[in-house]
């Protein structure tokens, strides 16, 4: 399993806004909201437009982000899409935050 790496401080994330942040190569969202943080690939699966500057939607246990280039929905604690026209999920980060640094490091299986 690959090693946790420090992404980013905890102190630094807004509620409900997402961060770009990079795991190696990869780009990722991490996302605070409300007590958790989430973390999915940031391109979309589509044709790879940045999820980052698309619109979150907290709504009990519905979270999502919406692609800004055509519409998808990501599930952002699931990484699947939830509205075409993309069909493929993006990947998801566990999450660990300790001393106020925020770790990641990719899901098993995702
Ligand atoms: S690039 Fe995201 S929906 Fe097309």
């Not at 409900?16 to 990869?26: H, I, W």
């Not at 280039?69 to 939830?82: I, R, V, W, Y």
Request: with cysteine.
């Amino acid at each position: 399993m690959a090693d946790w790496i420090e992404v980013a401080l905890e102190a630094n994330l807004i509620d409900r806004k997402p961060t770009r942040v990079m795991f190696g190569d990869e780009p990722v969202l991490l996302l605070e909201a409300s007590a958790d943080v989430f973390a999915i690939g940031n391109q979309c699966t589509h044709q790879g437009a940045g999820l980052d500057k698309g619109v979150v939607r907290i709504a009990g246990s519905v979270r999502t982000v919406t692609c800004p280039a055509h519409g998808s929905m990501f599930n952002l604690e699931t990484g699947k899409p939830m509205r075409p026209p993309a069909t493929k999920s993006v990947p998801v980060y566990d999450v660990r935050i300790e001393d106020g640094r925020v770790y990641i490091r990719p899901r098993a299986n995702s």
